[in-house]
Nanobody, 121 residues
Framework: QVQLVESGGGLVQAGGSLRLSCAAS????????MGWYRQAPGKQRVLVAD???????NYRDSVKGRFTITRDNAKNTVDLQMNSLKPEDTAVYYC???????????????WGQGTQVNVSS
């Protein structure tokens, strides 16, 4: 099992910045992907950005150039720096870790409790 504790989020005006942080503990595999997803009211949860244990980052098109994901493998943390926020970024943001066991071809997903981000126009 893996536990994820998120912090950050809140209310900000359009154009502002927020930083989300997530700390993972428990059974964390050496090969994993940590990321942030978001879910707006009435919509599906979607990937915002993720980063592999090797440091490769991937971003949703709509946040490229505005958001930056970083991780600290020694601390098992992942951060999401969000700049130039827009009202359409308003959502509940969820931290995720995907443990990957290559030999068995299995993945194990764990989620944080979610943190609300509200961007006012």
């Amino acid at each position: 099992q893996v536990q994820l504790v998120e912090s950050g989020g809140g209310l900000v005006q359009a154009g502002g910045s927020l930083r989300l942080s997530c700390a993972a503990s428990g059974s964390i595999f050496s090969i994993n992907v940590m990321g942030w997803y978001r879910q707006a009211p009435g919509k599906q949860r979607v990937l915002v950005a993720d980063i592999t244990s090797g440091g490769y980052a991937n971003y949703r098109d709509s946040v490229k150039g505005r958001f930056t994901i970083t991780r600290d493998n020694a601390k098992n943390t992942v951060d999401l720096q969000m700049n130039s926020l827009k009202p359409e970024d308003t959502a509940v943001y969820y931290c995720n870790i995907r443990n990957i066991r290559l030999v068995e071809g299995k993945v194990y997903d764990y989620w944080g409790q979610g943190t609300q981000v509200n961007v006012s126009s």
